[in-house]
């Protein structure tokens, strides 16, 4: 048995969120001068709709070291998956409270897993983990596993409102700039870690065919992958989104997250569509 921390940039599904073997450490979010907790307490229709009120002064903050470190569980491995590196200080957060629990207690078998992605890119890492424990694999042939799952996992964002990314400095200002010039949306993947602009369409149609043409070109077996969808606000582009995806591609299992975080909400914004597999 292992047990799982997650932060809050991971959407658990429905299956996993009352399990005691997971625990979902929270971010604190920030929309003006109103402090959020990213946890099950947070309404987030009422955040969604402060959202709104507030486009630009967002603001996240990683979770403290000391809550990563207090939610560790003594007598079996554990695991920490974290947001990317690349876009927040949760994955150093959670270093360091491996670190303080290990000077306290003594060393135990802890391991922290930069996602190099966030949502569903986190989720997928999730149930790989539960996966590789159900097979009775040891703490280090799960790590094994498990560094060389994520790095195979595509992530994609579909935004209609990206201010976020680029104020926060996770997204170059050139794709704000195009989209307001010409109407246009963007196609954003996780690349090393980061939001990279991977193509711009006219329209919400033809970004979801130039999302068909890029899974077409990452050249993988789908049969032997999970296709997971987030969407903040929005169940009817994700169905069909699915729908589009699936008729097309051969996935060995596909589900849609059914309530995005407050994190996420924030960074992809409404109507946001988070796809990975």
């Known amino acids: 048995m292992i047990k799982i921390l997650a932060d809050s940039g991971c959407d658990l599904t429905d299956d996993l969120k009352d399990r005691s073997d997971i625990k979902t450490i929270p ?11 990213d946890d099950e ?7 969604r ?3 709104l009120l507030h486009k630009k002064d967002r603001k996240t903050s990683a979770p403290p070291p000391g809550l990563y470190a207090e939610n560790i569980q003594a007598d079996v491995p554990n695991f920490i998956v974290t947001l990317s590196a690349g876009v927040s200080g949760s994955y150093n957060s959670a270093v360091s409270g491996a670190a303080m629990y290990t000077e306290e207690h003594g060393k135990r078998d802890i391991y922290t897993v930069d996602s190099m992605s966030a949502s569903t890119g986190e989720i997928l890492i999730v149930k790989k983990l539960l996966e590789l424990d159900k097979k009775g694999l040891d703490f280090e042939s799960i790590k094994e596993e498990i560094c060389k799952f994520r790095d195979g996992i595509k992530t994609y964002f579909i935004l209609e409102n990206y201010d976020t990314f680029v104020d926060s400095g996770r997204l170059n200002p050139y794709v704000a700039k195009i989209a307001k010039m010409f109407n246009i949306i963007p196609i954003c993947g996780a690349e090393g870690g980061k939001a990279v602009l991977r193509g711009q369409t006219r329209g919400i149609k033809k970004a979801y065919d130039k999302l068909l043409s890029f899974i077409e070109n990452e050249k993988v077996n789908t049969e032997e992958r999970v296709l997971a969808i987030n969407h903040i606000g929005c169940l009817d582009k994700a169905e069909y989104l699915r729908k589009l995806i699936t008729d097309r591609f051969n996935f060995k299992d596909s589900y849609i997250i059914p309530e995005a975080t407050g994190l996420c909400s924030l960074y992809a914004d409404l109507n946001g569509l988070i796809i990975a597999f």
């Open 41 to 47: 307490k947070l309404d987030t229709n009422k955040f």
């Open 49 to 51: 709709q402060e959202l």
């Open 27 to 37: 971010l604190t979010l920030q929309l003006g001068n109103k402090v959020y907790i």
